[in-house]
Structures are given as C-alpha cells and as structure tokens.
C-alpha cells in the first residue's frame, strides 16, 4: 500500500497550538452535527447505541473523516478514519496519545495488563509473552491447530451427513477455545459445554456496555439478569486462570501463561494478561472466521476460485499449519473479509497534549475513536466498498490506498500481538472447509450487531454438504 512521510520526527517540534506539525499551516477545528436533533448528546447518544457502525459511516459520510461525535455532553469525542491521522496516532505521535478514560471500562475483566496500561509500564509485558507470538512458536504448535481444524472438519461430516443446518458461531468458537486454550494454558477449553466460550463473549458485551448502559442506572445492590450473567463470567474466567496458576504441563501447550509466571512482572499480571489475550483473540478470531464463510457462501464466484485453489494445491485433503504459503486465494478472502468485517472495529485513545491530525486541530484531553470500520468504508480509500473483492489484495499488486487506511490488527508498536497466530488459524480453517465442503446459507439476511467486535444477530444458520470432485 502506499506509503507516506514518517512524521515521528516531527512529532516533539516545537510549534503553536494548532498548526500541523508537518506544514505549519493552522489547523481547523473538527466539526460535527451543528443542528438539533443531532446535536445533542443524549439524542446522539441514543443513535449510536442503536446502530454503533451505522452511526459512524454516516458521520464520516457527512462531516468527514475526523468529526465530532456529541456523545459526550462535556467533552465530545472525535472520531478519526483519516488514514494520515490514524497513522499520527498509532506511529508518528503515539506518546502523545493515552489509553484514556473509555478504557477504565475495560479493566472491569482485564485488569492492568496488555490492553489497558499505557506504553511505558506495557512494555514489560509485551517482552514478557513476545517469544510465545513469533512465528517460530506458532509454527511449533501447529500441530495443535491441525488437531483442531480436523476434529471440526470431523463434526461438520457428521452435520453433512444428517442434512441438519447448524449456527457457524458455536461451531467458530470451540475451534478458537480449543487453539488458544491450548497456547495459553496448555487447556483445551472448548470441552466445557460452550461455558468458557459463554464468558469470553458476555465478558466483550459488559465491557461495552459498561462505557454507558441502563442497567448503571439500576443500584449496584440489585442482581439484575444481566448482572447475574456478567458474575458468572468473570467466575469462569477466574477460575481459568487460578488452574494455570497453579499448574501448566509445557508438554500440552501452556507457553504464554508460563513465560508470565516466570517474568518479573506483579502478581496479577498472571490475570491481566490471560484474560486480555483470551479476550482478544478467542471470539474475534472466530467472528472473522464466521463472516469470511459467511461471504464464500454468499458468492459463487468466491467460493468457485478457493475450490479450485484448493484443489489443485491440496488434492482434497486438509492443509497442515505449514503448508499455508501456497493457499493465495484463501488468504486473499481473508484479508477481503477482515477489511469488510473488522473483527475489533474501533479503539480509543485520549490527547495528552495538542495535536494536529489530518489538518484538524485535536486540543489536550480530547477522547478520540479510531474507526477502524470508517477507514475500512472510505470511498476515497477502497473503491466501492461495499463490494467484497479479494482481488484487492492480490500479492503484487499496487493498490492505490494508503495503507494505514487497512488495520483489522491496529497498527504500530501496539499491534496485536496475535495477527499472525489468528491469520494463520483463520487461512487453514478456510481452505479445510472449502476444499471438503460447500457451503449454502439457510436464511436469506444477515443482521450484524456491534458490541467491541462485529457480531451476526441470531447467528449465521448453514447447511453443509460433503463436496464431489
């Protein structure tokens, strides 16, 4: 992708508030709604609340791509899908942007660990577990992804042969359970009758609703349902982790939870950092796994060309975890189905200090939402977006977008630790399916939810049948 000057550099220049670092020139002030309804906090509140992506592609469609949301009735937020301002953010200024207040959200479950400490104390833990995320360590577990992938392939013959049509999210979910259960705690965690799988995603949903939610209206006193649900998440979870606190046989997997008992860091580093990987790669990885069949179902021509691509580089069996480099296409619909289905679709920072991000003045204090999904949506990035295409990325090609407008991973030094480990699994899981399966869709729309990943409403109901050849 297009590269653009690197403004670290310019990053600690002395310079009058307001004025781009690059250019000098002043910089504007970000606009938003001006007029009612739209401009109120609680109205726009509740639009967002209802439709969270929707909300952003029609503020970025009409205010551009750094917009003030009035969803915060003292400070709003800014919104920013620039490609020049996410990249600001993530790699020329980034010690200027902190995790900021949205994240105390997030430590409800994760604690202060990976996700939520700000740069200076995080780097202790990301040197911590970097050795159990190389590709060297990914590649010794792959025999552990290949069991995996196996036993689903095992299950679907099973729904093949009854005729049964069955939800792809569970199905996605025992998989990724079992995989990074596995790699984290040397624990298959997919054999608990989907409990673990349960918590994951109820731990995601309170995470997002604890930024702003009606049940925090209610007294803390009352054990409202979806209290009751969110306790016993966190019980689950809990007790996850104490078993890998007290024991983790190496032999089954376990690397990450033992490279942490084994650090310097505090006690409950353990906790904070199990529970954010956990949280950040079991249902996302899934999810992504969900759309991206979801579309080669939907599309002839798509799931035509991964058969074939299948095909002829497999001969009908399963590919292993070391035998992806052959499989184009089936990464190419992965990237396509990443770009159109961010599994992570916006993240926050707060300014520390004045900035200035794609011409538009950022003052200190202000919260800002990077929308990976705006960027991803950007008509003057990806031409017809809402077209799924795999063509785009074609290795070889030279696309015209600017490549910070692509981060289903986030981007610089904080880019999650587990891309390479999730796209690996995510590619093997693909070419398995297609190269024995098709695939047919057993309702006819797809209604997505947004919580902290893209979700399908009710599911994504398939049939699926063993293929000929």
């Not at 992506?53 to 003292?74: E, F, M």
């Not at 095992?154 to 259960?181: I, N, S």
């Not at 080669?296 to 001969?315: F, I, K, P, S």
């Not at 190419?332 to 003045?361: G, K, N, Y």
């Amino acid at each position: 992708m297009t590269d653009a000057p690197d403004d670290a550099t310019a990053a600690s220049a002395p310079r009058e508030a307001g004025t781009c670092p690059m250019t000098g020139i002043r910089a504007k002030p970000v606009e938003g709604p001006t007029s009612f309804p739209l401009s109120s906090p609680a109205i726009s509140t509740l639009a967002y609340a209802t439709d969270p992506p929707g909300y952003s592609l029609r503020a970025q469609r009409n205010h551009g791509t750094v917009v003030k949301l009035p969803i915060l009735p003292h400070n709003p937020t800014v919104q920013v899908s620039a490609p020049d301002g996410i990249r600001r953010v993530l790699q020329g200024n980034p010690d200027n942007y902190a995790r900021g207040a949205y994240y105390e959200a997030f430590e409800l479950f994760m604690g202060r660990g990976l996700l939520t400490l700000d740069d200076g104390d995080w780097r202790a833990h990301r040197k911590a577990v970097n050795s159990a995320f190389t590709p060297n360590a990914i590649a010794a577990r792959g025999t552990h992804s290949d069991e995996a992938v196996a036993e689903l392939l095992d299950r679907w013959a099973e729904h093949a042969r009854t005729g049964q049509p069955f939800d792809l999210f569970p199905e996605a979910m025992k998989l990724t359970c079992r995989v990074m259960g596995i790699a984290l705690v040397g624990k298959d965690l997919s054999q608990d009758g989907g409990e673990f799988a349960a918590a994951v995603s109820t731990a995601l949903e309170a995470i997002f609703k604890n930024v702003g939610s009606v049940d925090k209206a209610i007294p803390s006193f009352v054990p409202t349902p979806y209290r009751r649900r969110v306790a016993r998440a966190r019980r689950t979870l809990e007790r996850v982790v104490a078993e890998a606190a007290r024991d983790v046989d190496l032999d089954a997997g376990g690397e990450v939870a033992t490279l942490i008992r084994e650090s310097d860091l505090p006690d409950d580093a353990l906790w904070a950092d199990l529970i954010t990987l956990f949280l950040a790669g079991v249902e996302t990885t899934a999810l992504s796994l969900c759309w991206t069949l979801y579309e080669v179902a939907r599309l002839a021509e798509v799931r035509d060309r991964l058969e074939e691509e299948t095909d002829q580089v497999l001969g009908g069996r399963p590919p292993t975890a070391t035998e992806l480099d052959g499989l184009t296409y089936a990464s190419m619909v992965v990237d396509e189905s990443l770009r159109m289905h961010p599994p992570v679709w916006q993240f926050t920072r707060e300014a520390i200090e004045d900035d200035v991000l794609a011409d538009h003045h950022i003052p200190a204090g202000t919260p800002l939402l990077v929308s990976v999904y705006g960027a991803h949506y950007n008509p003057e990035q990806w031409e017809d977006p809402e077209r799924f295409d795999p063509e785009r990325f074609r290795p070889g090609n030279s696309p015209a977008q600017d490549r910070s407008a692509y981060l289903p991973f986030g981007g610089g030094r904080r880019q999650c630790i587990g891309k390479r480990m999730g796209l690996a699994l995510l590619q093997q899981t693909v070419a398995a399916v297609a190269g024995r399966f098709r695939i047919s869709l057993e309702q006819e729309t797809v209604r997505g939810g947004a919580f902290i990943t893209l979700f399908p409403k009710g599911g994504i109901r398939v049939k699926v049948q063993e293929r000929t050849r």
